[in-house]
């Protein structure tokens, strides 16, 4: 019994060395940002001014700065990180560190009853590359029907407008010049355990569809009976992490795009109380004033984009004036939230194990083999395999309806480290054990 226990030692020495560098090399860059960066913005003005530097900010802000002629600067509240933070097995170790807003939910009367004050934790990436730096690399575009052609008022665009954008993305800034180039993303995953292989075995038997490409085949389901189930296609390139910030800013620098690391934004300001032009800040303590010539992109998240515009004073009037916020426009900010919610199902026994085990986590070989050929556990996504399932109904056309569910399949659970690093950041009660 104690000999078990002591063979997980390594495991959590090796992920409180993970922590420790995270925290270090977060305190050496807000220093070395602080006192030798050479972000220091002179100018006042700039033509854009975008304000997050995340998923959407990132490619906003690159998107402009291909006028030559403006400004653009990209302001973010977190800071750059290095090189190690692209190893895909090392995500879950993001949630709860520098680099998470750590938002934690309300706490709930009937719900999360099995975490700490019945809250939930929210992840966001608060670091240059925003949620696109910590998140679980899946590339799953949506569904077109639903996700995005019902978003239009009137007929405003069509699914060859979306597929246009997103084969522009995935190819990122050398799609004009070469449209046949290799998309970013992996079809599948860079490694999986043999539960994915099992998993489709089994999805294929129950007659749903396994032999189809989430993102290729019009992305809508192609639905035989209710379904479809493959491999996951992953954001990760030569097995490492690849964000907006890698896409965007690393591969191509532009001279005209300043980007601010450590600032974050506290208000935006308007000219005549109505035009947004320029916003407020606070970088190590002081507070700056920057202005926009032509927009102010706002681009902090869900949750924060719309806390700065409530203190900026858009929003709902009667929030607003208790709190003694000046009403510059009355909207309905902060509302109609839409986000998913994930339960994990992490009861299955095997006859042996077959998921990811903490031995993966440390072998020698599995390190070389993602320092020196990009393969092998440690370029593992997190997810092997999706499924898109709907729920029978008399009254759905399945040929455009949206999923009801989407099955993923993570080969761990909190029980894979012993405690070590899951069961923790997940924000369990220990009586949940
Ligand atoms: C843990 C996790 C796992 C996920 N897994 C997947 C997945 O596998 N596949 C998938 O498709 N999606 C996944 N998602 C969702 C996806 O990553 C997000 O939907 C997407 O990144 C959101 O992009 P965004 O630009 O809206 O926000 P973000 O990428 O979060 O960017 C917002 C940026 O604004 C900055 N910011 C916020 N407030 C301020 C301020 N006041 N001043 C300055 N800067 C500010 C933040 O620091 C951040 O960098 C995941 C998300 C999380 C958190």
């Excluded at 600067?73 to 977190?78: F, K, M, P, S």
């Excluded at 203190?311 to 998913?340: F, M, R, T, W, Y």
Aim: proline share 4%; net charge neutral.
């Amino acid at each position: 019994m104690y000999y078990q226990a002591l063979i997980y030692i390594p495991y959590a020495i090796l992920v409180n060395i993970f922590a420790s560098y995270m925290l270090t090399e977060y305190w050496l860059n807000v220093i070395l940002d602080k006192y030798v960066g050479d972000e220091h913005i002179i100018t006042r003005y700039f033509d854009h001014i975008v304000v997050g530097g995340g998923t959407a900010g990132i490619a906003v802000a690159s998107r402009l700065a291909e006028n030559e002629a403006h400004t653009v600067l990209l302001i973010e509240a977190g800071p750059k990180v290095s090189l190690l933070h692209d190893i895909p097995l090392a995500t879950p170790m993001f949630q709860k560190s520098p680099i998470d807003w750590k938002h934690q939910t309300e706490s709930q009367l009937d719900a999360c009853l099995a975490m700490k004050n019945n809250s939930s934790q929210w992840p966001a990436g608060k670091v240059l590359g925003g949620s696109s730096r910590i998140n679980f690399n899946i590339h799953v575009r949506g569904h077109i029907s639903t996700d995005y052609l019902s978003w239009q008022s009137e007929q405003d665009w069509t699914k060859e407008d979306v597929l246009y954008y997103f084969n522009k993305y995935e190819k990122a800034d050398t799609y004009n010049r070469s449209p046949n180039i290799k998309q970013f993303f992996s079809h599948q995953p860079t490694h999986v355990t043999p539960i994915a292989t099992a998993i489709l075995k089994a999805a294929n038997d129950l007659d749903f569809n396994t032999s189809f490409d989430m993102n290729n085949d019009g992305f809508h389901i192609s639905r035989r009976d209710g379904g479809s189930f493959s491999l996951t296609p992953v954001s990760i390139r030569t097995g490492a992490r690849l964000s907006a910030e890698h896409l965007y800013l690393k591969s191509r620098k532009k001279k005209n795009l300043t980007v601010l690391t450590n600032a974050l934004v506290t208000k935006v300001l308007f000219k005549h109380n109505f035009e947004a032009n320029g916003v407020m800040y606070n970088r190590f303590d002081q507070v700056y004033k920057v202005h926009a010539l032509k927009s102010v992109v706002m681009s902090a998240g869900t949750l924060n984009t719309a806390k700065i515009l409530l203190l900026s004073g858009i929003g709902p009037a009667n929030q607003l004036k208790p709190l003694k916020i000046p009403v510059i426009a009355d909207l309905s900010v902060g509302e109609n939230l839409q986000d998913h919610i994930i339960t994990g199902l992490d009861m299955i026994t095997l006859e042996k194990s077959l998921d990811l085990t903490f031995k993966d986590f440390i072998s020698p070989i599995n390190i070389f083999k993602y320092f020196f050929k990009g393969t092998g556990t440690w370029t593992h996504p997190g997810c092997e395999a999706v499924g898109l399932l709907q729920l029978p109904s008399d009254k759905k056309n399945y040929s455009v309806s949206s999923p009801d569910l989407q099955f993923m399949l993570l080969p761990y659970g909190v029980s894979s480290d012993a405690g070590a690093a899951y069961f923790n950041h997940l924000n369990f009660k220990n009586e949940s054990a």
